[in-house]
């Protein structure tokens, strides 16, 4: 499985912010949301992406205000990402090697999508479904 075949169950929905907004305006998009992070997206481009563990290493455990901090002051912006011809086991290992919860999508270099570690697992336990199942079929037969 790929990751475009991910972003074709759960969508390509993307929500993203400019750095110059405050931390917890950020947040509170977050929370609206749902979401455990975020997309930093300037002029189309992609500068980073902001998590709730950016937030709880760098503003909570650094007792800043939220309030008066810029998300360009502590968003991670290093981003690894994916293209959606890559597949589940690549980005396991990525997320699992790297330490980290999501990876955007990039195709043509704009973002088109945004995949979560529950994200992969979850497509991963639907394939294991199904070869568990072809196997049993087989088996049966």
């Given at each position: 499985m790929?990751?475009n075949?991910?972003l074709?169950?759960?969508g390509?929905?993307v929500f993203?912010?400019v750095?110059?907004i405050t931390?917890?305006?950020?947040?509170?998009v977050?929370?609206?949301?749902?979401?455990g992070?975020?997309?930093?997206?300037e002029?189309?481009?992609?500068?980073?992406?902001?998590s709730?563990?950016?937030?709880?290493?760098?503003?909570?455990?650094?007792d800043?205000?939220?309030?008066?901090t810029?998300?360009s002051?502590?968003?991670?912006?290093?981003v690894?990402?994916?293209?959606?011809?890559?597949?589940?086991d690549f980005c396991m290992?990525l997320?699992?090697?790297?330490?980290i919860r999501h990876?955007?999508?990039i195709?043509n270099?704009?973002?088109i999508?945004i995949?979560?570690i529950?994200?992969?697992?979850?497509?991963?336990?639907e394939v294991?479904?199904?070869?568990i199942?072809?196997l049993d079929?087989?088996i049966?037969?």
């Amino acid at each position: 499985m790929t990751v475009n075949q991910i972003l074709s169950t759960k969508g390509k929905e993307v929500f993203s912010i400019v750095s110059t907004i405050t931390v917890f305006e950020a947040l509170r998009v977050m929370g609206e949301k749902n979401i455990g992070a975020i997309l930093v997206i300037e002029e189309g481009v992609l500068k980073g992406i902001l998590s709730e563990r950016d937030y709880a290493r760098k503003i909570v455990l650094k007792d800043k205000s939220s309030k008066k901090t810029p998300v360009s002051e502590i968003m991670e912006s290093d981003v690894l990402t994916v293209k959606p011809s890559d597949n589940l086991d690549f980005c396991m290992s990525l997320m699992s090697q790297k330490r980290i919860r999501h990876l955007p999508v990039i195709e043509n270099e704009k973002v088109i999508g945004i995949v979560s570690i529950g994200d992969v697992v979850k497509a991963i336990i639907e394939v294991q479904k199904e070869t568990i199942k072809h196997l049993d079929s087989y088996i049966s037969q």
